[in-house]
């Protein structure tokens, strides 16, 4: 039997990417790169600094699979297990949505709104996320702003125990406290307590009618139920009914927003909420509204 050739790193990432983009597979070069990082336990950095590395016949298998399942369709996240979020590492699987780049700018808009809210408890802020998924939100508030206690509220039972893993690998979790509570029940305020001087939130907004319009890879892989809203606004609706009684008198509301859905959530805050704004994401799209309850 022939012996099976020795594939170097460097090698092995050149085939990879060719493949990949042959294939027509998003981002071939950091899907290649995260896959074969994964396999060998290696950042991505540390590839190229051991680029001569020859892998194992185990390792050269292990690597194959990965790719398989990525040919297959099924997300570069879920595969290695990890997405990076603002800079940081988060534990993955199909159990809760991937987080995404633009959420980075709600996160930020939110902190910068928080900043500039004027109340004393800011430099330790109490701050509750609503849909918490992996913990993405939460746990960055918490690593950034290392005086906040945060809640991370979700219904899924599963998606709080990816985020309780995330809380426990950045060593923030004696300062989140995670609830399980429906948003868009009338005890949800109860359940989830206050007050707070921030509640931002990403909840699920693609209406039933587009969800067939999705990316073949997100309707198969990522969590319906961390998605989809019957019209797009039940959440933001539910979200603005019971913010006045969570947030403190000039406490921040931070969403993020469907491209088409700022002027309709801005019809839903009613009186309870001032200074209103709107800001874009990359691509010049509504991607965030932030107010302040009065
Ligand atoms: C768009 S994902 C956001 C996840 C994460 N915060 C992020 O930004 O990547 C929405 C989250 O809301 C949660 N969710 C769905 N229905 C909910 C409900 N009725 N009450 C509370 N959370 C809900 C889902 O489980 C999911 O984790």
């Not at 900043?115 to 998924?133: C, E, F, N, R, Y």
């Not at 960055?140 to 039972?157: I, K, M, N, Y």
Request: include cysteine; glycine fraction near 6%.
């Amino acid at each position: 039997m022939p012996e099976e050739k020795v594939w170097s790193v460097v090698e092995l990432l050149k085939t990879t990417i060719a493949f990949f983009a042959e294939k027509k597979i998003d981002e071939p070069r950091l899907s290649a790169e995260l896959l074969l990082g994964h396999v060998l336990g290696l950042q991505r950095l540390q590839l190229y600094l051991d680029h001569e590395r020859p892998l194992t016949l185990k390792e050269l298998e292990a690597f194959r699979a990965a790719c398989r399942e990525r040919l297959q369709g099924r997300p570069v996240q879920y595969i290695a297990g990890e997405a990076f979020f603002y800079g940081y590492q988060f534990f993955v699987d199909e159990r809760v949505l991937i987080p995404r780049p633009e959420t980075e700018l709600v996160l930020e808009h939110a902190m910068e709104r928080l900043a500039a809210s004027g109340l004393d408890s800011a430099d330790s802020p109490s701050i509750l996320d609503v849909g918490t998924g992996s913990g993405c939100i939460a746990i960055t508030l918490a690593l950034r702003l290392p005086g906040a206690r945060v809640t991370a509220a979700d219904v899924s039972a599963d998606a709080l125990d990816v985020a309780r893993r995330n809380a426990d690998a950045h060593g923030v979790s004696e300062r989140i406290r995670f609830v399980e509570a429906d948003a868009l029940s009338a005890s949800f305020a109860d359940a989830v307590g206050g007050p707070f001087d921030l509640l931002v939130s990403n909840p699920p907004y693609i209406p039933e009618a587009e969800w067939a319009t999705l990316q073949e890879e997100v309707r198969r892989y990522e969590p319906r139920l961390a998605l989809v809203a019957p019209t797009g606004f039940e959440y933001y609706q539910s979200i603005a009914v019971a913010a006045p009684s969570l947030l403190r008198k000039g406490g921040v509301l931070c969403f993020e927003l469907h491209a088409d859905g700022a002027a309709e959530v801005r019809n839903l805050l009613g009186s309870s909420f001032a200074d209103v704004q709107v800001m874009q994401d990359y691509n010049k799209l509504d991607r965030g509204l932030s107010c302040m309850a009065q």
